[in-house]
């Protein structure tokens, strides 16, 4: 019988109704990518870039979550089309690409994404879970039906050509990070600097022009709550990593006196 793939991050956003809420997944493990994408949240990324994550871990996290009501996007490690035609092969359906400040750079990933003649991706759909091996019917004619492409605006650069970037035929939505668009602008590690807010809001209002739907990383909730306020149409707001992180120092703080975790930290 032939197989169908799930509708894409592009369809399913489309359809909604309302803002997506998403989280990373940084850890490398497919157990906690099971456990995040049953929270109830709408979407998942599984990040490559800032994390150990490789090519089988990433199949690994895919196959766990695809029994979840959750879309799972893929944060490829560059604008890199082996990385991209690998990543897309082992199963991934939804990208983000990383540090795209311009439309050359922005044709570029989807050319990595879509077959010739409209782009560059080897054909390998026979040896690949992208077409479950060969058993989707119709997979190399419809690949860009399946996949949806998210470019990341995470510069200053990337800032003033927002509108030309959201233009070009094949980018599906704009994902900004306002950490390394921070950095860009001289407000290393200031993400919530007012004139980083502008900018993400610059972003924002290019991006609706051209029609496409835009989104935003934003882990402090009253960040997140301002962009949702100020027409984001997806945001990711937490990372399993971060999570585990702060709800263990949580349990430090409340179970152990100060004096002995001072002097625990010291051996």
Request: hydrophobic share 50%; proline share 6%; charged share 15%.
């Amino acid at each position: 019988m032939p197989l169908r793939l799930a509708p894409s991050f592009r369809e399913q956003l489309a359809g909604s109704g309302h803002p997506f809420v998403g989280m990373w997944v940084c850890s490398g493990s497919p157990l906690l990518a099971e456990v995040a994408a049953g929270s109830g949240l709408d979407w998942l990324l599984i990040d490559m870039e800032h994390s150990a994550n490789t090519l089988e871990s990433v199949q690994l996290q895919l196959q766990a979550v695809a029994a979840y009501p959750i879309v799972p996007l893929v944060r490829v490690p560059s604008n890199d089309a082996v990385a991209i035609k690998q990543i897309l092969d082992l199963g991934a359906q939804n990208l983000i690409v990383p540090m795209v400040s311009s439309a050359d750079e922005a044709g570029t990933a989807v050319a990595a994404t879509r077959y010739p003649p409209e782009g560059v991706r080897g054909v390998g759909s026979a040896l690949a879970r992208s077409a479950r091996w060969n058993r989707v019917d119709g997979y190399l004619q419809d690949a860009a039906q399946y996949t949806s492409l998210t470019v990341q605006i995470e510069t200053a650069a990337g800032v003033d050509a927002a509108a030309e970037i959201a233009a070009v035929h094949g980018v599906d939505a704009v994902f900004v990070g306002p950490s390394d668009l921070a950095a860009s602008m001289g407000l290393l590690g200031k993400q919530t600097h007012p004139d980083v807010i502008a900018a993400v809001e610059r972003v924002f209002a290019a991006v609706k022009a051209a029609g496409k739907p835009v989104g935003v990383n934003a882990f402090d909730p009253a960040a997140a709550d301002a962009y949702l306020e100020a027409g984001a149409d997806f945001v990711a707001v937490g990372a399993d990593v971060a999570l585990l992180a702060r709800a263990s120092e949580a349990l430090a703080t409340r179970f152990i006196p100060a004096s002995d975790g001072a002097d625990r930290g010291s051996y």
